[in-house]
């Protein structure tokens, strides 16, 4: 499956992306970009959307628009709405977000809530905010679409990634009801669950990168999921954690949930 030739004229010419400061979401940009977007990219590092910037102004012209913002804070969803609000914006790219791993009880209870707040809060507002603007450009005969970043993590209840895996579930269930609403009106509703991705988030998880197996370039999960747009509710970004949450889910609850457990266990 390809990516559609003339996304950029069809969903955009502006495209919104949070998290784009390093990962998945810089993929996001980067292949937006190579595509023809203009963009509205938002993360807490500044310095890093600023880099992005004019390296994607240099390669491809493209006007990027910055919002240094933590999107931890309750009012961060408005302020990005109304940042992004004189910008022909259609596609919304909800990617920020970050994981805890470990025992649930010995995580700090602080750094939950900003969990919580980033990866289910915003996305959650954020389509409310953008369903009027994307419905008022459906309505012009042209192009709109949401991709939101969840994980294979939110497909079942991970054992010591609780909250974490808990976050997930909860995007993976606003994007298909949202697919359900959305998609007859012609407006693409994907949810991508990322297998393991070359990204910062396992150092910043004190997993050891090293350690992953299977691990793709955040590019080739891009470029996948962008092919995938129409073809909502969910895309799992990899064939290995597709066939291995496949054969996981297949299996008796709580057979798949030990399982899990033993595999996700610290030290083990
Ligand atoms: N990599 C994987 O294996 C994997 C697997 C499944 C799902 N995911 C999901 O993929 C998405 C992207 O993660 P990644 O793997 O690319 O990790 P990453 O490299 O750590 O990127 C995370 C992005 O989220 C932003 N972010 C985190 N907290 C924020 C806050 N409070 N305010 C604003 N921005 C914030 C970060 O920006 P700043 O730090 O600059 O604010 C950064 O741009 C996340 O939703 C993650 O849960 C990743």
Redesign the pocket.
Not at 42 to 45: E, L, S, W
Not at 69 to 72: I, R, W
Not at 95 to 99: E, Q
């Given at each position: 499956m390809n990516i559609p030739p003339d996304l950029a004229r069809t969903h955009g010419p502006v495209a919104l992306v949070?998290?784009?400061?390093?990962?998945?979401?810089a993929a996001f940009a980067e292949e937006l970009a190579a595509l023809g977007f203009d963009l509205a990219v938002?993360?807490?590092?500044g310095d890093?959307l600023a880099a992005l910037g004019a390296r994607l102004a240099a390669a491809h012209g493209t006007q990027v628009t910055p919002i240094t913002?933590?999107?931890?804070r309750i009012e961060a969803p408005r302020e990005l709405l109304a940042a992004t609000s004189a910008l022909d914006i259609g596609l919304v790219v909800s990617?920020?977000?970050?994981?805890l791993k470990g025992p649930h009880a010995a995580n700090d209870a602080a750094a939950m809530t900003?969990m919580l707040m980033?990866?289910c809060h915003v996305p959650l507002q954020l389509a409310h905010g953008f369903i009027p603007r994307l419905r008022a450009r459906r309505a012009a005969g042209r192009g709109a679409g949401f991709i939101m970043?969840a994980?294979?993590e939110g497909l079942i209840g991970c054992p010591y990634s609780a909250a974490y895996s808990a976050s997930k579930a909860h995007v993976i269930a606003l994007g298909e009801a949202l697919w359900g609403e959305l998609s007859p009106e012609g407006i693409d509703v994907l949810t991508l669950c990322?297998?393991?991705?070359e990204?910062?988030?396992a150092a910043?998880q004190g997993v050891d990168p090293a350690l992953l197996t299977h691990q793709l370039p955040?590019r080739d999960v891009v470029r996948a999921t962008l092919a995938h747009l129409g073809e909502g509710p969910g895309f799992i970004g990899s064939d290995h954690y597709r066939a291995l949450f496949e054969a996981m889910l297949a299996r008796p609850r709580r057979e798949a949930l030990r399982a899990m457990a033993a595999a996700m266990k610290p030290g083990v």
């Open positions: 949070t998290g784009a400061s390093s990962g998945i979401g938002a993360a807490r590092r890093r913002v933590d999107l931890a990617n920020a977000g970050f994981g900003d980033v990866n970043t994980s294979v990322p297998g393991a991705t990204s910062e988030a910043k955040a």
